[in-house]
């Protein structure tokens, strides 16, 4: 019977966190004509979050950020997830690297 209850336990210990995760909403950025939509987003600080990004344009671009670590292409038309996080507040450039001049953005963590 101690057994059972120490798995139990466990199991809600492992599977909480996971949980309480995947009830966000994913936070989403566009790329169209070379260009991150919207250029700033806002997310929470201290929260691991999810962000579904979607390339409406038929050529290939990427999500880059030195300062977050990231770095990951999306096929033209297609989707990506890129979690991100915790973060402390500030602000966090990304760019893509395919169209430097145009595909710049920030996140913007409060």
């Known amino acids: 019977m ?5 798995d139990i336990i466990v199991g ?9 995760f ?3 909403e994913p936070y989403g950025l566009v790329i ?3 260009k991150f939509e919207p250029a700033r987003l806002t997310i929470p600080a201290n929260t691991k979050v999810k962000i579904l990004i979607e390339n409406q344009d038929a050529t290939p671009e990427e999500f ?4 977050l670590n990231r770095e990951k292409v999306v096929t033209g038309k297609g ?5 991100i996080g915790p973060l402390k507040a500030g602000t966090y450039k990304f760019f893509g690297d395919f169209h430097k001049e145009t595909a710049q953005g920030q996140i913007n963590v409060e």
């Open 79 to 83: 989707k990506i997830v890129v979690f």
């Open 64 to 67: 880059e950020s030195f300062e």
């Open 22 to 24: 995947a009830s966000q």
């Open 2 to 6: 101690r057994r059972l209850t120490v």
């Open 12 to 20: 809600i210990l492992i599977w909480l966190p996971a949980l309480a």
């Open 32 to 34: 169209k004509d070379h």
